[in-house]
């Protein structure tokens, strides 16, 4: 099955299997320095439940997703708009956040693409802003029961990605899956120099 169909015809199961977990576990470095009242593009928000969690800690989260269902799911339990799109083709241009949320969100992507996503949603964040992103560690690609392909990185790989594209990382964590799926995540929360000229990936050459 495409990745994307996935969302798209499972998206209750995914939703039950996803809105509870905590987003204190993993956010809380992210969200403890922005100020109070930031506003937050969640790209790839899913159920909605880090954009319901960032919303009760005081913050102004809007969600971007593909999936129509997902959306509606999203839009239902954390009381936040929810933007409907692909993040590799959307125009973020007229968008202006504080931070951008990659959570889990980019792990179906090739690398080069996920590189791509990340340059073209740059053009949603404001100066000085901060960046959330986690992916699964390892090399190659990995299959999980519903038969969803996931990309894999290492750390000095993504190390490498964030130098090019101009970031400078405030934090750093290497944790088991929260999900007790035995996979180990490589989440990093990023401070965008904007003395730097926007990285310009692959797909946009």
């Not at 971007?64 to 590799?88: H, I, K, N, Q, T």
């Amino acid at each position: 099955m495409d990745d994307s169909l996935y969302y798209i015809e499972h998206a209750r199961v995914y939703f039950d299997k996803t809105h509870k977990l905590d987003s204190e576990a993993f956010l809380g470095f992210f969200a403890s320095i922005l100020d109070s009242g930031s506003s937050i593009l969640d790209l790839g928000c899913g159920s909605g439940r880090d954009l319901r969690w960032l919303k009760s800690k005081g913050f102004r989260p809007v969600g971007f997703e593909r999936s129509p269902e997902l959306a509606r799911m999203a839009r239902e339990y954390s009381g936040c708009p929810v933007v409907e799109g692909d993040f590799l083709t959307h125009d973020f241009t007229s968008i202006q956040v504080k931070a951008l949320l990659f959570s889990a969100s980019l792990v179906h992507l090739e690398h080069h693409q996920a590189a791509s996503a990340i340059d073209n949603a740059l053009y949603a964040l404001a100066s000085d802003g901060i960046v959330y992103l986690s992916l699964k560690e390892g090399e190659g690609y990995s299959m999980d029961a519903e038969c969803r392909r996931f990309s894999l990185w290492t750390d000095g790989d993504l190390r490498a990605l964030f130098r090019e594209m101009g970031f400078s990382i405030l934090d750093f964590r290497k944790t088991a899956s929260v999900r007790g799926t035995g996979e180990t995540w490589l989440s990093f929360t990023l401070h965008l120099n904007k003395n730097k000229p926007l990285f310009m990936s692959p797909d946009r050459q």
